[in-house]
């Protein structure tokens, strides 16, 4: 029996989903006080996702990926910092996956 694969299938959200959350992440990362339009984001985001069958963990794959390619988080010089805002916003998409 093969495991099931939890890879994201490209292209399961649409580009103007990731464009949206792109554009909160860059604002939360510039004023940590920003954190709602992230929450808007990751609640549209995860709604979708839920509406195509994604799976939790394919969802924060994804997430994984739009905060990892942000110039912001590349361009931040404390690890731990990137760490803890990385959970904050990882808690958020969990909440909002399971929202409802």
Do not use: F, N
């Not at 006080?33 to 394919?58: F, I, N």
């Amino acid at each position: 029996m093969m495991a099931h694969d939890s890879t994201p299938r490209s292209g399961a959200l649409a580009g103007e989903t990731i464009d949206a959350l792109r554009s909160a992440l860059a604002g939360y990362l510039g004023d940590e006080s920003r954190d709602e339009s992230v929450r808007v984001a990751l609640r549209a985001m995860a709604a979708e996702a839920r509406e195509k069958g994604l799976l939790p963990e394919q969802l924060l794959v994804v997430l994984k990926d739009i905060w990892y390619s942000s110039p912001g988080v590349q361009g931040m010089s404390e690890p731990a910092e990137q760490i803890r805002r990385l959970q904050r916003v990882v808690t958020i998409c969990i909440k909002e996956y399971y929202a409802d």
